[in-house]
């Protein structure tokens, strides 16, 4: 098993031989229009820690290469497989035709939405994150097999993107793993 460090990871260039050789878990993450670079360069950092098949970017997301998504990932974008799509609606759907019987998960605020740990999780599984100003498109949400969410206490009603999908994606892998 490859083991690199952050300073090994910022000047790697994976080879696909390295990249095969990685275990995955069939965990996919679909990113509906996420503005914030350093919050897209942060999920390739999630992905590859637990060792996600591959990450969707989708709309307005920017896509590496990218100073800001290379700086936050730590050049995990090396080793994460990731595609680009224009709709994240054409996503899921690729998705679905790719990968049988997945699961598809938004992390977003909505009528629909149970609390992230009462949610039963099963693999294959794509979480599916949204923007923070406007959140996911109602198609987006509709073509989800299940919405949730985390409790806020406090006055702000949400988290950050990268950290909402972080919570969740180990709460799967502590579940299901």
């Known amino acids: 098993m490859i083991k690199l460090g952050a300073k090994e990871l910022r000047t790697t260039i994976a080879q696909e031989e390295e990249k095969q050789l990685l275990k995955k878990n069939p965990i996919y993450i679909i990113c509906d229009n996420i503005i914030d ?5 942060s999920i390739f950092r999630l992905a590859d820690a637990v060792a996600a098949e591959k990450v969707f970017l989708c709309g307005i997301t920017e896509t590496p290469p990218n100073t800001r998504i290379k700086k936050a990932s ?6 994460v497989d990731w595609e680009y799509f224009s709709s994240t609606i054409d996503a899921i759907k690729a998705l679905r035709e790719q990968v049988p019987n997945i699961q598809i998960v ?11 740990s009462k949610a039963e999780y099963k693999f294959p599984l794509a979480l599916m994150v949204s ?7 109602q ?3 509709d073509a989800a097999d299940v919405i949730v969410e985390m409790p806020m206490f406090g006055v702000n009603k949400s988290l950050n993107v990268m950290v909402s999908l972080g919570i969740v994606l180990y709460q799967v ?4 793993l």
């Open 37 to 41: 670079t350093y919050n897209v360069g």
């Open 74 to 79: 730590i050049n995990t974008t090396e080793w």
């Open 106 to 116: 938004a992390v977003e605020q909505d009528k629909r939405s149970i609390p992230f």
């Open 131 to 137: 923007n923070e100003t406007t959140g996911a498109a």
């Open 139 to 141: 198609e987006v949400l």
């Open 173 to 176: 892998v502590q579940n299901i």
